[in-house]
Antibody
Framework: EVRLVESGGGLVQPGGSLRLSCAASGFTFSDYAMTWVRQAPGKALEWISAVGGSGLSTYYADSVKGRFAISRDNSRNTLYLQVNSLRADDTAVYYC??????????????WGQGTLVAVSS | EIVLTQSPGTLSLSPGERATLSCRASQSLSSSSLGWYQQKPGQAPRLLIY???SRAAGIPDRFSGSGSGADFTLTISRLEPEDFAVYYCHQYDRTPLSFGQGTNLEIK
């Protein structure tokens, strides 16, 4: 059974940082690209970042480029998102999702339950 | 950047009726790189359709997807009570990837 479990969210002050994690199980982690999608309260889904199966290819939305960094540790079956210089409009539930292929240009067949990041002073 | 526009924003129907949801892309997708997701309150999204028309594993056959180029449709042939939710389209043709703003399918 595929499982994705996010952690690392919380309340942080503007300008602060967090490291989000997504622990994966039930599939060969290194064979698939992974992605982060967020959802602000009452708003639509927003794609923010993706990484290929090897970890060498990374992609970002303009809204987070230069502030967020995606990475993966295939030996630990874990996906990460380092979020820096946080702003109030970064407040959202952050979901990790498994891509259906090795490359990031793919639909997402499994999703975690999300971790909430709240940015407030 | 490809912008996806979903219509209508809200669709009010009764169980047993047919639902037709639209997703229009600001540029033609070079391949049918479009998916549809269902999201219920407090839950993660669930994949329904990928490649514009392929049903994901375990999805009932009352859900179907169609379209190509820049115009795509999700059809639910006969609404069941559990189908009332928010539906999002998603393009994965080119980065930055993007989602539509969603269609809220509510019980009339």
């Amino acid at each position: 059974e595929v499982r994705l479990v996010e952690s690392g969210g919380g309340l942080v002050q503007p300008g602060g940082s967090l490291r989000l994690s997504c622990a994966a199980s039930g599939f060969t982690f290194s064979d698939y690209a992974m992605t982060w999608v967020r959802q602000a309260p009452g708003k639509a889904l927003e794609w923010i970042s993706a990484v290929g199966g090897s970890g060498l290819s990374t992609y970002y939305a303009d809204s987070v480029k230069g502030r967020f960094a995606i990475s993966r540790d295939n030996s630990r079956n874990t996906l990460y998102l380092q979020v820096n210089s946080l702003r109030a409009d970064d407040t959202a539930v952050y979901y990790c999702a498994k891509c259906a292929t090795y490359s990031s240009g793919s639909h997402y067949d499994y999703w975690g339950q999300g971790t909430l990041v709240a940015v407030s002073s | 950047e490809i912008v996806l526009t979903q219509s209508p924003g809200t669709l009010s129907l009764s169980p047993g009726e047919r639902a037709t949801l639209s997703c229009r892309a600001s540029q033609s997708l070079s391949s049918s790189s479009l998916g549809w997701y269902q999201q219920k309150p407090g839950q993660a999204p669930r994949l329904l359709i990928y490649g514009a028309s392929s049903r994901a594993a375990g999805i009932p056959d009352r859900f179907s997807g169609s379209g190509s180029g820049a115009d795509f449709t999700l059809t639910i042939s006969r609404l069941e009570p559990e189908d009332f939710a928010v539906y999002y389209c998603h393009q994965y043709d080119r980065t930055p990837l993007s989602f539509g703003q969603g269609t809220n399918l509510e019980i009339k």
